[in-house]
């Protein structure tokens, strides 16, 4: 594969070469004496807020943006960041490139993986603002959830089919879907930082389709199914992360009531949503240094399940 940065193709390996010589992030780490991770932030409206142009990427340094050459296309702008000496990939707002529009399909979520496979990437932190459907949630509360209902069939189901990557002899494993590991950095975290609402360390997140608002049936019908939050991403992320055996997990937060439960205009989901990105971003960049030298613990949970036999080679030809 090719990687293009600042608009120039070169090779992938000269590329990590140069990094590894000339740039300070990654002179001084010994990768022979202490376990690192690469990792990655992919944003949500919980971090970027697009219609003020603030995003996450204005709370850390930004090295260099670039553009990865997959197999599923180009990947959408991908910035190697750091904070302190910790460095990491950031992608802002779900890899959407369009402000007004998002690209229903799903090409984005696919091409975005696709270049943090080549990249290499072990840890992701996710996430959204989303609509409560408990009555008991207040817009402000943060939702780390720990299992997901996918109503979303308009995006492909496998990133691997999608991009042509192989993994052999691995099952993946959606049990729990997130990764307990960074779930649980988020959640000490948030106890200690997060103020602007109640923080709850569970819940079931929905996502169904992208284009629209859903019908107060729609948000009955989920809540009886089990749903606690609805949004429109980041299961995505969590599904194609697993398929990958990435570890993954989210941060949302409460910007709304899901319609029905109680109303809401689209000026306060917005202005809590700022909000909401102030309190959220320093928690994310407390956890970015915790898991940088993060031994996994979740087995294969999140790497997936190896298995033996049953294996089907494709034939050349």
Known sequence: MLRSILFRFVPLAVVFIAWSVSNPVFADIDMTRRHTNVLAVIGGSHIDRRHVKSFF?????????????????????IMKMQHKDIPFYYVQFHGFSDVAASDMAGGNFVRMFAAFHELGVTHIIAGATSG???????????????DFINLNYERPSSVLAEAGIHRPGI??????PFCPDIHEVLYELALENYTLGRVYPHGVVVQDDASRYETPAEIRMYRGMGGDIITHN???????????????AVVNAISNPAVGVRPFTRDEEMGVADKIAESVRPIILK?????YHHQPECGVVCRGERYSGQIVEEQAG
């Open 171 to 176: 099952r993946s494993v959606f049990n729990p």
């Open 57 to 77: 990427s204005d709370e850390a340094q930004v090295l260099e943006t670039f553009t990865v050459e997959t197999s599923a296309g180009l990947s959408p702008p």
């Open 132 to 146: 409560g459907m408990q009555p008991q949630y207040r817009n402000g509360d943060l939702i780390l959830p720990k």
């Open 287 to 291: 956890a970015l240094e915790k898991l």
């Open 234 to 248: 980041v299961v995505t992320e969590m599904i194609y992360a697993r398929q990958l055996g990435m570890h993954l």
